[in-house]
């Protein structure tokens, strides 16, 4: 089965760093398109970031631009979101999402808070 584990959230001070994971099994993940969204709070889902099986990324949200980044290990089978500088307005449940089937991941809760 297509399966999407996102993994590493938790509780940050604003302008500290975290990095986020998306484990993928079921599928070929070394050829597939990947996403990020995120879900604030009294916000509907946005999409953050789109990353190419060759690692070529776009990015969506100008409020994120330079602050975060996505890649990918496609021996890992796994895609990362680089969270820099962050910021309260960061804080957000954030999902991986695979276009092709579609699958989404469970999400992960990232807090930025004092």
């Known amino acids: 089965q297509v399966q999407l584990v996102d993994s590493g959230g938790g509780l940050v001070q604003p302008g500290g760093s975290l990095r986020i994971s998306c484990a993928a099994s079921?599928?070929?993940?070394?050829?597939?398109?990947m996403r990020w969204y995120r879900q604030s709070p009294g916000k509907a889902r946005e999409l953050v970031a789109l990353?190419?099986?060759?690692?070529?990324?776009?990015n969506y949200l100008d409020s994120v631009k330079g602050r975060l980044t996505t890649s990918r290990d496609n021996a890992k089978n796994t895609m990362y979101l680089q969270m820099n500088s962050l910021k309260p307005d960061d804080t957000a449940v954030y999902y991986c999402?695979?276009?092709?089937?579609?699958?989404w991941g469970q999400g992960t809760q990232v807090t930025v808070s004092s």
């Open positions: 999402f695979v276009p092709l089937y579609p699958h």
């Open positions: 079921g599928f070929a993940f070394s050829t597939t398109t």
């Open positions: 990353i190419t099986a060759a690692g070529v990324t776009t």
